[in-house]
């Protein structure tokens, strides 16, 4: 990787909507070198599927304020015996019952689904993943989720997230779907992911 100011304003470019793009590339310049990221494709796939899950970076809290329809398309099992209305567009209530009793997490009165709930760049989730991290950067986000938010640590705890499941593997191979697969759980919004993907490739070969 070179010339981080015209990254930068190659970045600014492609995502012209992030208003923390220099604190982004930053620690991009910074990390990416740290943990064998500063390769072209595996650069590529890691920022595609971050700029799918954080609308370009422009959101970097998980959003759960759902609907009915959204609550029964997206979490049907979970309201099978609940009243559906009762949390319809309460994204704290939501994250209460469709986070309880996993990924560490207490039941729903914890309160833990919401404390808890999806930050970063690969939307770090769960009390679990959450102590876990703390202890890889030596710092308390289980009392302090939100310091996640912070520039430094929501790119540290994406990268935390992708050498956790060894992701540069499937990026050599440009193996998407599987590297979505570990993001996602599933394959959900994999045309974007794969857009986003190319369109970081493109952009930033030239520093390479």
Request: proline letters at 5%; charged letters at 30%.
């Given at each position: 990787?070179?010339?981080?100011?015209?990254?930068?304003?190659?970045?600014?470019?492609?995502?012209?909507?992030?208003?923390?793009?220099?604190?982004?590339?930053?620690?991009i310049f910074k990390q990416f070198p740290?943990?064998?990221?500063?390769?072209?494709?595996?650069?590529?796939h890691f920022l595609g599927q971050c700029a799918h899950e954080t609308l370009s970076f422009t959101r970097f809290t998980e959003n759960l304020n759902y609907s009915v329809k959204g609550l029964l398309t997206v979490f049907p099992k979970y309201f099978k015996n609940k009243n559906v209305n009762e949390y319809a567009?309460?994204?704290?209530?939501?994250?209460?019952?469709?986070?309880?009793?996993r990924m560490g997490n207490g039941n729903e009165s914890s309160k833990d689904g919401w404390k808890f709930r999806g930050r970063g760049l690969i939307q770090l989730t769960g009390?679990?993943?959450?102590?876990e991290f703390s202890k890889y950067c030596n710092?308390?986000?289980?009392?302090?989720?939100?310091?996640?938010?912070?520039?430094?640590?929501?790119?540290?705890?994406?990268?935390?997230?992708?050498?956790?499941?060894n992701l540069n593997r499937y990026a050599d191979c440009n193996e998407i779907v599987r590297?979505?697969?570990k993001i996602n759980g599933g394959t959900n919004g994999l045309d974007d992911r794969s857009i986003k993907t190319n369109q970081c490739f493109n952009t930033f070969k030239p520093f390479f």
């Open positions: 990787m070179k010339n981080e100011q015209g990254f930068l304003e190659a970045f600014k470019h492609l995502f012209p909507s992030c208003e923390i793009a220099n604190d982004i590339v930053h620690e740290e943990n064998d990221l500063d390769k072209l494709h595996r650069l590529s567009r309460n994204p704290e209530k939501i994250a209460n019952l469709v986070y309880a009793n009390k679990s993943n959450y102590e710092e308390d986000f289980l009392e302090n989720p939100d310091k996640i938010l912070e520039p430094k640590y929501m790119l540290k705890s994406a990268i935390w997230f992708w050498n956790k499941n590297i979505t697969r």
